[in-house]
């Protein structure tokens, strides 16, 4: 079985910075793409970045100036460091992951149960 577990996520002031971790565990013969999705309140969950297994970045239009996305395939585990934060980025932050479940590299999504950023204006 595959887990990922999220961590990092808090309460920070308007304009400071934070970052959330994520760690995938398990039996786990590759990993694709890992990344992150938020969900705030009443709306739905959406993409905020990714990144493939050769570090390749992908970001949603309105964070590409304040998130930077990075992870470590030694350790399978994802970041997400955000600066500048606005009251809008309170959501809760979930990673997901494409993992090779066997040796014939079949993979599954994965996610995690998802941390709280809360931002106070």
């Known amino acids: 079985q595959v887990q990922l577990v999220e961590s990092g996520g808090g309460l920070v002031q308007a304009g400071g910075s934070l970052t959330v971790s994520c760690a995938a565990s398990?039996?786990?013969?590759?990993?694709?793409?890992m990344g992150w999705y938020r969900q705030a309140p009443g709306k739905q969950r959406d993409l905020v970045a990714a990144v493939t297994n050769n570090h390749t970045t992908r970001y949603a239009e309105s964070v590409t100036d304040r998130f930077t996305i990075s992870r470590d395939n030694a350790k399978n585990m994802v970041y997400l460091q955000i600066t500048r934060l606005k009251p809008e980025d309170t959501a809760v932050y979930y990673c997901?992951?494409?993992?090779?479940?066997?040796?014939?590299?079949?993979?599954?999504?994965?996610w995690g149960q998802g941390t709280q950023v809360t931002v106070s204006s």
């Open positions: 997901y992951a494409d993992v090779a479940i066997d040796s014939d590299y079949r993979y599954l999504e994965y």
């Open positions: 398990g039996t786990i013969f590759g990993i694709n793409d």
